[in-house]
């Protein structure tokens, strides 16, 4: 079976665009993450989707960053006005979300690269 | 706040040892932790998850066990060989139930030598 997808794998851009990293989750599964891999920092966790809605977007490093989930599926991940310091993986992953058995599976993650 | 810690950060040892990896975390109303594999460039592999009810959780040379009274767990590799080169991470959830994000360690990075 399919497994989580993310597109673009790679992503370069320019100082100031706009980037759109988009997820797509295992079929099935309810609860949707983003997290960020950067070289020094680990792997720190962005936001969660529990069907369409984010209980919780302070972990989102700035107000640049936005996520949104439609149709309980595919998930997009935006930063606005990029800078620099956005450059890192960003991994996402799904999970079924079952009471005491939230075991989350990886995509590929996206490699961004701001110049 | 979760706080994860994985000792030791690097480790390389001749192929066919057992090795133990270690994690320990701050906040120990979890109701899971796993277990990751991460290869050079790539995204992260689930090798195990336990829940809070178990003690111990096995695939294949793989071992993991957990202890929330004391906050740790580890990871338990048996007659090591070159393909387990990677880096290993330890993952726990944020909050106590139901969907949240994961707190990971810093990872363990592991070179087995042929």
């Known amino acids: 079976g399919a497994g989580v997808s993310q597109s673009p794998s790679n992503k370069v851009t320019e100082k100031g665009k706009d980037v759109e990293l988009r997820c797509d989750p295992i079929?099935?599964?309810?609860?949707l993450y983003w997290y960020r891999q950067s070289l020094g920092q680990g792997l720190e966790f962005l936001i969660y989707?529990?069907?369409?809605?984010?209980?919780?977007k302070s972990g989102l490093p700035s107000d640049r960053f936005s996520a949104e989930r439609t149709g309980g599926s595919v998930s997009t991940l935006t930063i606005q006005r990029t800078q620099q310091e956005d450059s890192a993986v960003y991994l996402c992953?799904?999970?079924?979300?079952?009471?005491?058995?939230?075991?989350?599976?990886f995509g590929p993650g996206t490699r961004l690269t701001v110049l | 706040k979760q706080e994860v810690t994985q000792i030791p950060a690097a480790l390389s040892v001749p192929e066919g040892e057992n090795l133990v990896l270690n994690c320990s975390f701050t906040?120990?109303?979890?109701?899971?932790l796993q277990w990751f594999r991460q290869d050079p460039g790539k995204g992260l592999t689930s090798l195990l998850l336990?829940?809070?009810?178990?003690r111990e959780q096995t695939s294949g040379r793989l071992n993991a066990s957990l202890d929330k009274s004391s906050g740790r767990s580890t990871l338990y590799i048996a007659a090591s060989q070159p393909g387990d080169s990677a880096t290993y991470l330890c993952?726990?959830?944020?909050?106590?139930?139901?969907?949240?994000?994961?707190?990971f360690g810093k990872g363990t990075h592991l070179i087995i030598q042929p």
């Open positions: 992953a799904s999970s079924l979300a079952r009471a005491g058995v939230n075991e989350q599976f």
């Open positions: 079929s099935g599964h309810t609860a």
């Open positions: 989707f529990q069907g369409n809605s984010a209980p919780d």
């Open positions: 906040d120990s109303a979890i109701y899971n």
């Open positions: 336990i829940q809070s009810s178990q």
């Open positions: 993952a726990a959830p944020n909050s106590g139930g139901g969907a949240d994000g994961l707190t």
